[in-house]
């Protein structure tokens, strides 16, 4: 799935909706020639079949085409509840973006369009969805809610984040996942876009994750980062000034110099993260800013498929 084809005719975040319709589209199309087809057969009209259930409603028909058996889902029937949570702090707007460099480069326009490429699919599927917002204030609370009008407001929410003046804003992860989980009411998929940049330690941080499961949660962690920059460390042997987003504290150095520690630090950490998340059972997922999506949208369908 080729990202720059599918947009070649979309250029600004005003067509926000369309272009996370183009990637869904494309990604299930795709789906049909893959051996994840089953996921694919009928989106919103089947469910996999869990042993135990009534074999009542079992689509023989769809059983002889995919050799899996699936149950027909009926609209009166209480569909997945997701809640989306997205870091607006100042280092999730990174990398910069030149004039016409398009909005998905940086991690907070990459989560942005993750987040709206997430929400079709659960229209598609009449799950309910809600979202947070978060930098160093609560920006936004959302609950989950199935309707075209809440589905609106909600992307027209993850547009103003785009449109936002980008002022220094710290992250105060700690706080507001903690307050977000006392938000979640009933039992959800939670799934948050974040680069894991904060000021907290990790001990603080995987204990506000853990919270977000109190109440049988199923959390997924998409760490956002941008590759060649923040895991390779990798610019031109020239001297340069590096400046904390957050912070707004400086260092002048020369990265050649520097890039094989600082790899090994960067790749310590992230092993860390996903260690720490195996232990708490939090699905975490580490995504680069420029990725297509299908791993976001793969880890979301296979995660739904345990959520029961």
């Known amino acids: 799935m080729n990202l720059e084809q599918q947009i070649e005719k979309i250029s600004s975040f005003e067509h926000l909706e369309l272009l996370a319709n183009q990637i869904v589209e494309g990604f299930i199309s795709g789906m049909h020639k893959s051996p994840f087809h089953g996921f694919s057969a009928e ?6 079949y869990n042993p135990g259930e009534s074999t009542k409603h079992i689509d023989w028909k769809l059983y002889a085409k995919t050799d899996r058996l699936y149950t027909k889902r009926y609209e009166e029937e209480t569909n997945l509840r997701c809640h989306l949570i997205l870091d607006n702090s100042s280092s999730m707007h990174y990398p910069k973006l030149k004039e016409n460099q398009p909005f998905y480069e940086s991690k907070i326009g990459f989560s942005v369009l993750a987040s709206a490429v997430l929400m079709n699919l659960l229209k598609k599927q009449r799950d309910a969805v809600g979202l947070s917002v978060y930098s160093d204030t609560y ?18 929410k993850l547009e103003e984040v785009l449109s936002q003046n980008k002022t220094t804003r710290k992250t105060d992860t700690v706080t507001f ?9 009933r039992r959800s998929m939670v799934i948050l876009f974040t680069d894991m940049f904060q000021n907290e330690d990790n001990d603080k941080i995987f204990k506000a994750l853990q919270h977000l499961k109190h109440n049988k949660h199923k959390v997924v962690v998409f760490h956002v980062y941008d590759e060649k920059t923040e895991l390779n460390f990798s610019f031109d042997n020239a001297p340069r000034k590096f ?3 957050e912070s707004g504290e400086e260092i002048n150095l020369f990265a050649e110099n520097t890039q094989e520690s600082y790899q090994k630090v960067v790749h310590d950490y992230f092993k860390t993260i996903e260690a720490t998340c195996m232990q708490y059972q939090i699905r975490y997922v580490p995504v680069s800013v420029g990725e297509n999506f299908e791993k976001i949208l793969l880890t979301y369908l296979v995660e739904k498929q345990k959520f029961g």
């Open 177 to 185: 996942l903690h307050q977000i989980a006392e938000n979640i009411h």
């Open 43 to 48: 989106f919103a009209e089947h469910k996999i």
């Open 243 to 245: 400046i904390d987003v």
């Open 139 to 156: 920006e936004y609370y959302s609950p989950e809610k199935g309707s075209e009008r809440h589905h609106r407001m909600i992307l027209n």
